[in-house]
């Protein structure tokens, strides 16, 4: 190795295995999980009852962005030693050596603090002071205390990845409403059947690496039970949005069909048994996995539909 | 990796900063202008 890369440090003392590039520092920001949040937020921006100009709505949805970005890199600061003992983390930036734990957390506190003031200056104080709470939530609470700690984790932990639309609103508006409201409920009530089908198929994966999901402390009968619960609570809130004014023809069919398969789905997750699910390697709960992310983009982009039908005239 | 490599990307990563902070100036300036039109 060359006196240039011997100079840094990776994560345990260990020589560095690569010098990092501009792509390891992204997906130190979880751009899966930004994209969901932009598009979440772009949703409550453009449902709001109040027009943004583009050039203030566009900053605002960056600095969303920035924050989500930043609560990724804390949590992946934190979680740097299970992400190295399970396979699906194993090649992040700080497990696989490209990124050292200092560089993360540096990065997590600062885009904090410049997404937080930005959103304040663009948009407004509520907005950055969402903003704040939910980098605080998810990279304090969630990741540094709560994950490690309760089988809950995830359902408490999704309030964090259900804020953005919210945020999106109070940008246009400046308050918050019951139609915000109701889409924070449906990504919250999303998140527990969108993990636990993941986690039933991979809790060994979580039982090595000490994380208590649900299928490893509870056992899957009530994972399983739980799942449908939340499916069905999930339904609730996303039919119950179709009477609020952000809801137009385009949601209530889209709303209606997709709440009718995500029921089914997990119904075939719930009357199984463990034994059934094994011999079918998990198909109905890889099925359910699969579909938990068509139904969020489905549900939000159909009010996407709806916002662009209204601006038109059309209904 | 030799020198040569990581000094191609650390040039990299430091032009891709510099221009990061001009798109950031920029989007400020552009904010800037948007709201005192909507003061005037």
């Known amino acids: ?315 | 990796m030799t020198d040569s490599h990581v000094h191609k990307r650390r040039l990299g990563r430091n032009v891709f900063v510099g221009v990061v902070l001009l798109a950031f100036v920029a989007l400020v300036f552009a904010v800037t202008i948007v709201k005192l039109q909507a003061l005037v």
């Not at chain 1, 027009?51 to 804390?74: D, K, M, R, T």
């Not at chain 1, 199984?272 to 109905?284: F, L, N, P």
Request: charged residues 15%; neutral net charge; glycine residues 8%.
């Open chain 1, 1 to 315: 190795m060359s006196d240039l890369t011997a100079r840094y440090d990776g994560p345990q003392g260990t020589p560095r295995e690569a010098e990092a590039s501009i792509g390891d520092f992204f997906s130190l920001m979880k751009p899966r999980v930004m994209s969901l949040v932009i598009f979440t937020a772009l949703v409550g921006l453009l449902a709001a009852p109040v027009a943004i100009h583009p050039i203030v709505g566009f900053a605002s949805l960056l600095c969303i962005a920035i924050g989500a970005g930043a609560s990724g890199a804390l949590n992946m600061w934190w979680e740097s030693d299970i992400d190295s003992r399970m396979g699906r983390t194993q090649n992040r930036p700080i497990p696989s050596g490209r990124v050292t734990r200092e560089e993360a957390l540096a990065i997590g506190i600062g885009l904090s603090v410049i997404s937080v003031a930005m959103l304040a200056v663009f948009a407004n104080v509520l907005s950055a002071v969402l903003l704040a709470g939910t980098i605080a939530f998810y990279g304090g609470f969630y990741t540094m205390w709560l994950k490690r700690r309760t089988p809950q984790n995830i359902v408490i932990g999704g309030a964090a990845g259900a804020i953005p639309p919210v945020i999106g609103w109070t940008v246009a508006t400046g308050s918050v409403a019951v139609e915000p409201l109701l889409m924070f409920a449906i990504i919250f009530l999303w998140t527990p059947p969108h993990f636990w089908a993941l986690a039933l198929w991979k809790r060994r994966e979580y039982t090595e690496a000490e994380v208590p999901m649900l299928p490893v402390v509870a056992g899957t009968v009530s994972t399983r039970r739980q799942i449908m619960a939340y499916s069905v609570a999930l339904a609730a809130a996303s039919l119950a949005l179709i009477f609020t004014p952000v809801a137009g023809p385009a949601y209530a069919t889209v709303a209606i069909v997709t709440n009718a398969l995500f029921c089914l789905l997990a119904y075939r997750v719930w009357s199984r048994d463990e034994e059934t699910a094994q011999a079918e390697k998990y198909g109905a709960e890889k099925k359910l996995f699969a579909f938990s992310l068509t139904y969020l983009a489905l549900i939000f982009a159909s009010l996407l539909v709806d916002a662009a039908l209204r601006s038109a005239g059309w209904i």
